[in-house]
């Protein structure tokens, strides 16, 4: 295994010598497109660098987010959870027995999928709105 690594290593270096070289083996195009790619892959390890500078901002600007809307309610952060499934229940409630639907979608029975709609359901929503 070390082996195979290695050659790989070696057939790395030898493609990232033979681009820079005015004859290389890829053509003009393949070139550019190459050196397009390196540069999104630099311009995303330079964003992840700039985030783990910045953590301890980010840190704080979440812990006041959540302090901000969870600590400020009766229930605080059980409420984030028992909000969406009160609401889940009650449109399953609505669609099972007041409407006489909710079969599901082939074998699996209407609740599990009705949540699996849901939960994204929510999500979007929340980002949205916030």
């Known amino acids: 295994m070390w082996v195979k690594e290695r050659s790989c290593a070696r ?4 493609i990232v010598i033979s ?7 890829l053509l003009s195009d393949q070139k550019q497109n190459f050196s397009g790619y390196m540069h999104k892959i630099k311009s995303f390890l330079y964003f992840l660098k700039v985030l783990w500078q910045q953590r301890y901002v980010i840190r704080k600007l979440v812990a006041r987010d959540f302090q901000k809307k969870y600590l400020g309610s009766y229930l605080g952060l059980p409420w984030a959870f028992l909000q969406p499934a009160a609401i889940i229940l ?18 699996v029975p209407f609740l ?6 849901m939960i994204p359901w929510f999500f979007i ?4 709105t916030a």
């Open 11 to 14: 057939w790395f270096r030898m």
């Open 90 to 107: 009650v449109l399953w409630f609505v669609i099972t027995i007041g409407l006489r639907g909710g079969f599901g979608h082939g074998d």
């Open 112 to 117: 599990p999928w009705f949540v699996c709609g």
């Open 19 to 25: 681009v820079g070289k005015p004859g290389g083996f």
């Open 125 to 128: 929503s929340e980002s949205i």
